[in-house]
């Protein structure tokens, strides 16, 4: 009756989760995705340990100093450590992508589970609110979310997140509709089961490979999109040293004082580029399709 929670396994004696996670490491790009982002969550953790200096400790008598012994990543045109600024920087990141990619993934797989589970007006309404969405570019919806609420990290974060929305729904809502024709779901029904609790108790868990995978992939979205806004002067305001604001800063020293800007630029590239070889590798390891 409720598949997901029996305890399958294959001829090696491995459960289906087991049995991932073993595909899983044998991709080694999948695990040095894993092991960078890993580390980028130690170094956000610890970052009042790790950096030398406070995010907004000014010097001016040591302004544009180049990467060197002093100081590893330079200074800015405050005499601000640039290294601090991003080791600090990186728990704003962290917490946005975290927290909107939480936010969306709870509503985008709620709307996508009852639109794909009811048929006819529930469905209609729902997915026709999406494709309004979906409509409108994701960062034209965040700028005038945030042109609407003003700056601020909990105004990025919603932004970011309304923005999201619709990658989950139409993902959750194929998935259910693939799963809620099978026999065990007719045979939750025949049994007395309630739609609402067929949903929650017998779809929905079996919908975690698309939405894990799914998440991972909207961490470094959601990244990348509240670096934006901040870039164009619409998501979170200096001194605070989110990494988009930290290049928008350092963009008219790009020519003089190339550091200023390389920097923040290699640690947003890092931790996408971490993201996204996790989530190809979590896809290859959950999709049964693609297993050998």
Known sequence: MKPYLKKEQNEYGFGPWQQAWLTYKKSKTAMAGLIVFAALILVAVFADKIAPYGYDDQNLAVRFTPPGKDFIFGTDNFGRDIFSRIVLGSRYSMVIG????????????????????YNDIIDNAIMRF???LMAIPSIML??????VLGN????????VGISSVP?????????????KDQEFIEAATCIGSSRIRTLFRHVLPNCLAPIIVQMSLSVSQAILSASSLS???LGITPPLPEWGAMLSAGRPYIREYAWIVTFPGLAIMLVVF???????????????RLKR
Do not use: H
């Open 142 to 147: 965040a700028i005038s979310i945030i042109a």
């Open 274 to 288: 971490a993201l996204n070889l996790m989530g190809d590798g979590l896809r290859d390891a959950l999709d049964p």
């Open 231 to 233: 870039f164009i002067g």
């Open 98 to 117: 975290a927290v909107a990619m939480s936010f969306s993934c709870i509503v985008g797989t709620i709307l996508g589970a009852i639109a794909g589970f």
């Open 130 to 132: 999406i494709d309004l």
């Open 167 to 179: 990658a989950y729904a139409r993902q959750i809502r194929a998935t259910v509709l693939s799963i």
């Open 152 to 159: 601020g990290v909990q105004n990025v974060i919603l932004a």
